[in-house]
């Protein structure tokens, strides 16, 4: 019984690492947003259901360009 609930603590512990690596990832989009790139354009990780992605011209590494549908 001991042993199951050791993995069961690994795997809570995984779950938080995860969780915080996500938001502080959230966190990162919210400082790159002031980064604008082609005609109007915002760099984002991913672009929004509402935007296309022009391409990752101006925009820092792993991040591409979107700008809104008009």
Request: net charge positive.
């Amino acid at each position: 019984a001991r042993d199951a609930m050791s993995s069961n603590m690994r795997a809570l512990g995984l779950i938080i690492v995860t969780l915080l690596l996500l938001t502080a990832g959230e966190a990162d989009d919210i400082d790159v947003q002031g980064w604008t790139c082609g005609y109007r354009g915002l760099c984002r990780k991913h672009c929004y259901a509402q935007e296309y992605m022009i391409g990752y011209h101006g925009c820092p590494r792993r991040y591409r360009c979107c700008a809104l549908r008009f």
